[in-house]
């Protein structure tokens, strides 16, 4: 089974400090995703990564930032944390597809992050 | 990706079967029929998909209807942690630009004791 983990279940920061989020696969994965989830508004991708060391920006990347050093890990990064960036954020992954044209994302536990 | 329509919520008394309908009646001939669900305060997690065969997994059935414009995930014996909001995704990848996962209302599922 695909396991994707991510770093905190819950996160509780001041505004303007700088947050990292974590997310490890263990399935040798090549793409990577940091979505956020808010009530009303769905899942929202912020930024997503083809391979190592490579990224690309989602629909909402303003105000973060993401780190791809190696392909098993994928980081969020926050650089001054903002009240409204009070969110659910999920990690998933995906394995590059060879063949065919399924497309099957696995999604870490979520991390809670408040901002105050 | 093509529509999806699912009722709002579904109630399912344990140890019987969850029918979960899912209409699509834009879909084109290389999109898949996704299914996830989602627990409270947990990620998404991927439970099946299709072509225009049924399915069958460890988790559930799906049944896709011969034209291809609905289908139903079916849960065989529904316990209380099936419990969770399920959502159909119609989708096909067609490359590098296709990478979103476009999450709608879903239904939401509650097991009843």
């Known amino acids: 089974d695909v396991k994707v983990t991510q770093s905190s279940r819950y996160l509780v920061k001041r505004t303007g400090e700088k947050v990292f989020l974590e997310c490890v696969q263990d399935m040798d994965h090549e793409n990577m995703f940091w979505y956020r989830q808010d009530p009303g508004l769905g899942l929202r991708l912020i930024y997503f990564?083809?391979?190592?060391?490579?990224?690309e920006k989602g629909d909402i990347p303003e105000g973060y930032s993401v780190s791809r050093e190696k392909k098993e890990r994928f980081s969020l990064i926050l650089e001054s944390a903002s009240t409204n960036q009070t969110s659910m954020y999920l990690c998933a992954s995906r394995l590059r597809r060879t063949g065919g044209n399924t497309d099957t994302q696995y999604f870490g536990p979520g991390t809670r992050l408040t901002v105050l | 990706d093509a529509k999806t329509t699912q009722p709002t919520s579904m109630d399912c008394a344990e140890g019987r079967a969850a029918n979960l309908p899912c209409n699509h009646s834009?879909?084109?001939?290389?999109?898949?029929v996704y299914w996830y669900r989602q627990i409270h305060s947990q990620g998404p997690q991927y439970i099946i998909h299709?072509?225009?065969n049924n399915e069958t997994n460890e988790m559930a059935s799906l049944i896709i209807t011969e034209d291809r414009k609905s289908s139903t995930l079916i849960l065989p014996h529904a316990t209380l942690r099936d419990t969770a909001v399920y959502y159909c995704?119609?989708?096909?990848?067609?490359?590098?630009?296709?990478?979103?996962?476009?999450f709608g209302k879903g239904t939401k599922l509650s097991v009843i004791p």
């Open positions: 990564s083809y391979d190592v060391k490579m990224k």
């Open positions: 995704i119609v989708r096909a990848y067609s490359g590098a630009g296709s990478y979103q996962l476009t």
């Open positions: 834009t879909i084109s001939g290389n999109e898949y």
């Open positions: 299709g072509l225009k």
